[in-house]
């Protein structure tokens, strides 16, 4: 293969993993940009109605979406190792060319050694990035639940 065939395939990876690793945030985003106000809104239901219940599925939601998150995170940081080796071939830092289109056995492998097990998801749950907006309304259901539990149920609204 001549190198100016290599390096355009290798320029065509590296623009569609960039790409790909750049849509999991937009992607990231428009989850939020929906969950925040719709759990939101569970909260505050939760708390007109005087319902654990509705306290209770909120941060399940809210959970299930903040690990969800998570570990997309995870899955876009296996591409970064192939995107920094693509980088470092075009500043000439590479003393060997590299093969083009390994972008699964790369992602495959830094799934492996990295980000497959408890502890690269604990990382990505304490990431600001993504426990926004999900910790803090965790927190205030609890809150909310706590005082449901201290109002009784003389003080719940009529219904």
């Not at 239901?45 to 995170?73: D, N, R, Y």
């Not at 830092?93 to 502890?119: L, Y």
């Not at 426990?131 to 719940?156: E, S």
């Amino acid at each position: 293969m001549k190198m100016a065939d290599l390096e355009d395939q290798l320029r065509a990876e590296y623009i569609m993993l960039q790409t790909h690793y750049e849509a999991f945030d937009a992607r990231a985003l428009t989850i939020k940009s929906w969950a925040a106000p719709l759990l939101a809104g569970g909260l505050g239901l939760g708390l007109k109605e005087a319902s654990i219940g509705i306290e209770f599925a909120t941060i399940v939601a809210s959970c299930s979406l903040w690990i969800l998150e998570a570990i997309w995170k995870n899955f876009q940081y296996c591409y970064v190792a192939r995107i920094k080796l693509l980088e470092s071939y075009f500043r000439g830092e590479q003393d060997s060319p590299i093969p083009a289109f390994q972008t699964f056995s790369a992602w495959g492998h830094e799934w492996s050694r990295w980000f497959r097990g408890g502890v690269a998801l604990k990382q990505r749950l304490m990431s600001p990035f993504v426990y926004l907006p999900y910790l803090p309304l965790n927190i205030a259901a609890i809150v909310a639940m706590f005082w449901i539990l201290a109002i009784g149920p003389d003080h719940a609204p009529v219904k």
